[in-house]
């Protein structure tokens, strides 16, 4: 198999996770997910399908942003959207 067609497929791969990504997205919306209500961490990597670990570097890192108020930290359903959609790899 050449590289040319080794990236066709990742390619594919790509779109078809965003695609699967997007229905999770949209069926979690009429599950009662308000894009504009905020969640805790735990429910964030919940959403993300990711450790606690994973979530508090894509924090630190700024990439998901969020909000914390008196030492709690809230975290809005459209950013965690928009990350999933927008696709992240590290």
């Known amino acids: 198999m ?3 067609q080794e990236l066709r ?3 594919q791969e790509q779109h078809e996770t965003k695609e699967l990504v997007l229905k999770l997205i949209s069926r979690q919306k009429n599950e009662g997910y308000d894009l504009d209500a905020t969640v805790c961490p ?3 990597c919940k959403l993300l ?3 606690a670990r994973k979530e508090q570097g894509l924090r630190s890192r700024g990439i998901l942003p ?3 108020i008196d030492g709690l930290i809230y ?3 459209s950013a965690i959207q928009a990350l ?3 696709g992240y790899t590290k």
């Open 66 to 68: 969020f909000t914390k």
């Open 2 to 4: 050449d590289i040319y």
């Open 42 to 44: 735990k429910e964030a």
């Open 49 to 51: 399908h990711c450790s």
């Open 84 to 86: 999933i959609a927008k």
């Open 9 to 11: 497929e990742i390619k």
């Open 75 to 77: 975290i809005k359903v």
